[in-house]
């Protein structure tokens, strides 16, 4: 089980770090990503990492912005923000994909077979 953490109110410009903690060992899954799902809006990957080799997509609305890492002793990975947005406002989920076999690396949201309970950002001044 994951159990993501981290989220708050920031003001624009500023920064934020939300932590993605497995039960298990993250070298037990093909991918580990990190969702948002904005009021009104279809849930979207913002950025995933293959956790054989560390490849990583990124959503163009945050290149640069954000950056996802992991911590193999302590089984987490996070999801650094900088120079927030308004519109970055969204509930953020982690999950995991078992892979199935695939070894390409997708951030679409239905690959993803185990959420943690989302965690609320809100951007605001």
């Known amino acids: 089980q994951l159990q993501a953490s981290g989220g708050g109110l920031v003001q624009p410009g500023g920064s934020l770090r939300l932590s993605c903690a497995a039960s298990g060992f993250t070298s037990d899954y093909f991918a580990i990503g990190w969702f948002r799902q904005a009021p009104g809006k279809e849930r979207e990957g913002v950025t995933c990492?293959?956790?054989?080799?560390?490849?990583?997509y990124y959503a163009d609305s945050v290149k640069g912005r954000f950056t996802i890492s992991r911590d193999n002793v302590n089984n987490t990975v996070y999801l650094h923000m900088s120079s927030l947005k308004p519109e970055d406002t969204a509930i953020y989920y982690c999950?995991?994909?078992?892979?199935?076999?695939?070894?390409?690396?997708?951030?679409?949201?239905?690959?993803?077979?185990?959420w943690g309970q989302g965690t609320l950002v809100t951007v605001s001044s």
């Open positions: 999950a995991a994909d078992i892979g199935r076999g695939r070894t390409v690396l997708s951030c679409g949201w239905w690959f993803y077979d185990d």
């Open positions: 990492m293959r956790i054989s080799d560390g490849d990583t």
